[in-house]
């Protein structure tokens, strides 16, 4: 039986990860399902590590690649220091331009986060359609700040920055014009498009400005599988139970035409550019006015109790168990475009 196109099925990576257990002692947090980054112990500082590709998307790829990594790093509480590169290419369209561009590209992004292109690898790669770009990033927190989705506890509240799916909108709006200009006038297909930029994918700075306002237990960046899979992720990492106002999830208009027009779920696709926090009651207010007053908007989405690990949707006939994304909507697409 073929895999779907996108993440493991996390049943199978859980298999996988379980039979070959991390024994290095000085690996304080390593891999596991909702887990974003793993953790090294070098005594007072902590590095913190991460890598991802960029798969969906050809435009803007360096830029992509930087900008994802970063913001896994950031949902730990640590800043962003250095970076590499592995970049494969097609070998029958790729030229000095496009890989130069792709360069330039790493490099700027690399700059506006005071992050280090350290090193990497480039290739011209047999039987590829389309560029793929592997990042990884490696950053560093002091010992006692050091933040995993592990850390969400009973009666904690769940906050949202920004809204979803903003990375899903800008790749469907550059990647599949054709099917949104019936019901998108140009300019608003160009708006969606610089998605990518505004509101953007980077949660750094809702990262910097959420940790300095108040108590923040736990953070995760929702990618693949967009914000319902980052909760079952969250779910799963810190052993809760979830339960989730989905009404109250922020979804941009633009982004539910799009989503609506593809028949796609705006909350199970690719959602980077939303940051998803947990925090003790007496600093959600405080919080919130911090990211709310540097122009980020924040909202309260649910709550998190103890039980078995779940997410739960509340209506208004009770609570229903939120389906848990077998693969991001936008897969649909592209495997229907292969």
Known sequence: MHLPVGKLPHELLTRLLAKWPVTDPRVLLGPGVGLDCAVLDFGDTLLVLKTDPITFVTGELGWYGVQVNANDIATSGAAPRWFL??????DQSSTQEWVAEIFQQICEACQQIGVALIG???EI??????????????????RGRLITPQGASPGDRILLTKGVPIEATAILAREFPEKLVAVLTPGELQQAQQFLYDPGISVLRDARLATQA?????????TEGGLTGALWELAEASSRRLLIDVNAVPVPELSARICHRLGLDPLAAIAS???LLTAPPDSVSTIQQALESDGIPCA????????PF???????????LLPRPARDEITKLFASSD
Not at 125 to 137: A, F, H, K, Q, S
Not at 214 to 222: I, K, L, Q, T, Y
């Open 214 to 222: 108040g108590v923040v237990s736990a953070m995760h960046d929702p």
């Open 85 to 90: 590169a592995t970049l494969l290419l097609p």
């Open 120 to 122: 990497g690898h480039t």
């Open 273 to 275: 550019g939303a940051l």
């Open 125 to 142: 790669t047999y039987g590829l359609d389309r560029p793929i770009l592997v990042g990884t990033m490696i950053g560093e927190v002091p």
């Open 310 to 320: 779940s997410v739960w949707s509340q209506t208004e006939i009770g609570l229903e």
């Open 300 to 307: 309260e989405i649910g709550s998190v109790e103890d039980g």
